[in-house]
């Protein structure tokens, strides 16, 4: 089993920026996809971002051209970066890790990130 831990969330102003952190610790075996899902306020959870060991990425069409994905393999770390932050964009953001040999899926505690002014 992983263990990720989020930091990083917060209150910001419509137009502003906030970065991301996740740190996964535990069983890290070989390759594996890390990155970051939203649940809004009454609504389901929704891809945000991931991306690949070897750094291949993927967006939600929400998100993309706003928010980048990046990660230090060395230190199993998955970071987004957020710009241009809208109200829409409030919601309990979840960091993600599966191993892709074993198919394990783990998932953060979740962090909030609130965009009001």
């Known amino acids: 089993q992983v263990q990720l831990v989020e930091s990083g969330g917060g209150l910001v102003q419509p137009g502003g920026s906030l970065r991301l952190s996740c740190e996964a610790s535990g069983s890290i075996f070989g390759l594996n996809t890390m990155g970051w899902y939203r649940q809004p306020p009454g609504k389901e959870r929704e891809l945000v971002a991931v991306i690949f060991s070897g750094g291949v990425t993927k967006y939600g069409d929400s998100v993309r051209g706003r928010f980048t994905i990046s990660r230090e393999n060395a230190e199993n770390t998955v970071y987004l970066r957020m710009n241009s932050l809208q109200p829409e964009d409030t919601a309990v953001y979840y960091c993600?890790?599966?191993?892709?040999?074993?198919?394990?899926?783990?998932w953060g505690p979740g962090t909030q990130v609130t965009v009001a002014a």
């Open positions: 993600y890790f599966q191993s892709l040999i074993t198919r394990q899926e783990d």
